[in-house]
């Protein structure tokens, strides 16, 4: 039986598609701390002000970077879990 092979995406459409995801949380959660609010820890301290908001752009790239290498390990696993069945 033929098996359609599993198109995979390049690790910078990976990490494009993942900070564009999550983006908007962690600019929810910036603006919150900018207003106040305890939602940015950087450095095991938390975090104020416009300083916040730029901590949690960075805090979002670091995650996105993470997570997208996570998940081309994971199309390579499947890659080789597909070949072995075959």
Avoid at 35 to 43: C, L, R, Y
Avoid at 49 to 57: E, M, P, Q, R, S
Wanted: hydrophobic share 55%; with cysteine.
């Amino acid at each position: 039986m033929n098996r359609k092979k599993v198109s995979e995406p390049s690790y910078l459409r990976c990490l494009a598609s993942i900070f564009v995801g999550t983006f908007p949380v962690f600019l929810l959660f910036g603006v919150a701390a900018v207003f106040g609010a305890n939602t940015v820890i950087f450095n095991g301290k938390r975090v104020y002000g416009l300083v916040a908001l730029l901590d949690a752009v960075l805090l979002n790239v670091v995650y996105a970077i993470v997570f997208a290498i996570l998940q081309k390990f994971g199309f390579l696993l499947l890659d080789v879990m597909q070949g072995r069945r075959t």
